[in-house]
């Protein structure tokens, strides 16, 4: 039994933090999901920009062919990540018949519309209409615009993966949010079974931050202090996912919320994000085999499933652990002058302007790719496309 399937059994789902074309046509992403290793799929623009640079081959063909057809960047761009979460989709779809809690596969709106709200729901419903897959998250960040537009989609029904939570205020508010869109649900006749989410709480870096105002601290404090300072480090990220969890079992477990799971809805299941270790002086699994519970989705890069399969344990319950430690490792941080909670506000206005420049790096991406594709093939040969939209020599 591998370690992801031992979590299952304990309520948590493995996702993993990536998605290809080359990943999908090759065999590994059902493979992954055939042998129990992941129940899930993320994605970002970061990741389809580094599937396309890194994959040239396998999107060379439709680049080809959208270019041809005079479609811009941004067509380009939709119609390729629309195809591999179809497609993705399509892969989880027995799992996900199976149990409905698995087998979702996120596509986030555009960053442009993180202030947007009116725009974001009419974007999440153009990608809900077109994908026509019910096990489709699409992501929404947690900005004041993006609450509204939370409580909006989840009032009409469609499935959310909330993101770029890093503080117990973005995860209090998401909560809201979700539970009064599905309120407007329940007045409107809607079916609350058929909605679900997760709202998607970022672990490291809030440690890289909190670390390196440690490092600050350190070099200017005295002898004595700098033990209790190095201490601190590493401890943040960990610590506010525990409370959050406390948040998390407190909100679902009100009057409103049983009223409301009494017509079928569902708990939004808190998803540990950004789970893959960046300092090496800490363990691989860290964010993992720590953050172990009920009713939570962890999501990793690949290199981090991979050490969860290799080595990965299944210790219980983590998540439960260390609660009051928790509590004071924030104490003491607050002590030194570093806010976890103000440095959340930080951490998402950052991540806002991150997905915004790795969205706009993305069209660059396809940009110079289509003008390669063209350039290295349409000079020298006629042009074939495969089934599966590869370049086919003639």
């Keep these: 039994m591998t370690t992801p399937v031992q979590y299952r059994s304990r309520g948590q789902a493995v996702w993993l933090d990536s998605i290809s074309s080359r990943m999908i ?7 992954l999901i055939g042998s129990g290793a992941i129940y899930g799929v993320t994605s970002n623009p ?25 479609k811009s960047s941004f067509e380009i761009y939709d119609e390729l990540t629309r195809s591999d979460i179809a497609e993705g989709a399509d892969l989880f779809r027995p799992i996900f018949q199976r149990n409905p809690a698995d087998g979702w596969i996120s596509l986030e709106v555009l960053p442009a519309l993180a202030n947007d709200a009116e725009g974001t729901v009419a974007e999440a419903q153009r990608l809900v209409s077109l994908l026509g897959r019910p096990n489709v998250f699409i992501k929404v960040p947690s900005t004041t615009a993006g609450l509204a537009a939370i409580r909006k989609l989840i009032s009409l029904g469609i499935s959310i993966n909330v993101t770029l939570m890093f503080n117990r205020r973005h995860y209090r508010e998401v909560a809201e949010a979700y539970l009064s869109g599905l309120s407007d649900l329940d007045k409107a006749g809607g079916d609350l079974s058929k909605v679900q989410s997760v709202a998607s709480f970022f672990v490291s870096r809030v440690d890289t931050l909190v670390d ?9 404090a005295s002898p004595a202090a700098v033990g209790h300072l190095q201490a601190l480090k590493g401890k943040a990220g ?5 409370i959050v969890y406390q948040d998390f079992l407190a909100i679902f477990g009100t009057k409103r919320f049983r009223d409301l799971a009494a017509k079928g809805a569902r708990v939004q299941r808190p998803l540990w994000a950004s789970t893959g270790t960046k300092n090496p002086a800490y363990s691989d699994l860290l964010y993992v085999e720590n953050l ?23 210790q219980g319950d983590t998540i439960f652990e260390g609660v009051e430690e928790a509590n004071r490792v924030l104490e003491a941080l607050a002590s030194e002058e570093i806010d976890v909670e103000a440095l959340g506000e930080r951490l998402q206005e950052e991540g806002v302007k991150l997905f915004a420049k790795s969205y706009d790096e993305l069209l660059q991406t396809i940009e110079d790719r289509r003008t390669e594709a063209i350039q290295n093939y349409s000079k020298t040969k006629k042009l074939a496309i495969g089934p599966s939209g590869q370049i086919l020599d003639s």
């Design 292 to 314: 172990v519970g009920p009713d939570t989705v962890n999501t990793m890069p690949e290199k981090t499933l991979e050490a969860l399969l290799d080595h990965g344990r299944c």
């Design 238 to 242: 960990l610590a506010n996912c525990k």
């Design 25 to 31: 046509r090759s065999g590994k992403l059902g493979g």
């Design 212 to 220: 390196r105002l440690l490092e600050e601290k350190a070099a200017k």
């Design 46 to 70: 970061t990741i389809f920009g580094q599937a396309i640079q890194k994959n040239e081959g396998d999107y060379n063909g439709p680049l080809i062919r959208m270019a041809d057809e005079g």
